[in-house]
């Protein structure tokens, strides 16, 4: 039990290596391809997709449907406001509670896939645009924490990003191939992170649309568990807290402002 404790522990620590944000990314992408696949089966929208979100706006507005562009407003606004939830929390977090900085993100968002699972006790319309938010909001703070860990390398829902620059990196392989001494050449480490995270995501949707199909909501639950589970270990050890105006080289690593 205590190799996968502290395997966990190493996986959202504040001290962070390519290879600790490769192999939490899978996990999260992993999960959000089973969430996103379960949510198409729950509620018929893909929850992840804002730029679907945003066109639907767009066409819905010339056919004056008032309901669908209610609906994608919402989606948008709740994927956005679990993003800059995750990011607040982790920038809280940074200054309150040390190593936890990313896994107090991660619990939040096991405990609302928890809440999510419950979404389908609600009938009504109204309780079908709560799983909606719901879910939006998951996906929002995901991608926000991946996206806060990795220093912006990795985006584990942004599928359409991996894809083009899978697409780039295939570019420049071809071009090396017909022209040999260029200079061009294509970074196969980037390729096989990008092929194996797309890759997990396929998987996890699969995994996530036969579960939802047999459990509906209640499949969330596992995910949930997942999430909780990778975040819990941290919160074993005590915070390390910074000393007020003595900074550390070291303890944070580099990344973007807040």
Known sequence: MTRPFVAARVLVSHR?????????????????GASNA???????????HMTGYLSQVADSLVAGNLLIIASALLAIAAFTTGAAFSTFLVNWARQRMGRRQFALPLA???ACLGCFAFG??????????FALACLCFIMGMQNATITKISGARIRTTHATGMIT????????????????????RADRAKLRILLSLVGTYVLGGI????????????????????????AMPAFASPPRRRRHGVHRPGIQP?????
Do not use: M, N
């Open 254 to 258: 580099q990344r973007p402002g807040p």
């Open 120 to 129: 389908g006790i609600f009938t009504a319309p109204s309780g079908r645009l």
């Open 16 to 32: 962070r290596s390519q290879a600790s944000d490769f192999i939490l990314a899978l996990f999260l992408a992993g999960i959000a």
């Open 108 to 110: 939040v968002q096991g």
């Open 165 to 184: 620059d899978i697409g780039i990196e295939c570019g420049r392989a071809l071009y090396r191939l017909f022209q040999p001494h260029s200079a061009v």
């Open 207 to 230: 995994v996530g649309a036969l579960g939802y199909a047999v459990a509906g909501f209640y499949f969330s639950l596992p995910l949930a568990a997942l999430l909780l589970a990778l």
């Open 38 to 48: 379960g949510g198409f089966f729950a509620l018929g929208q893909y929850t992840s």
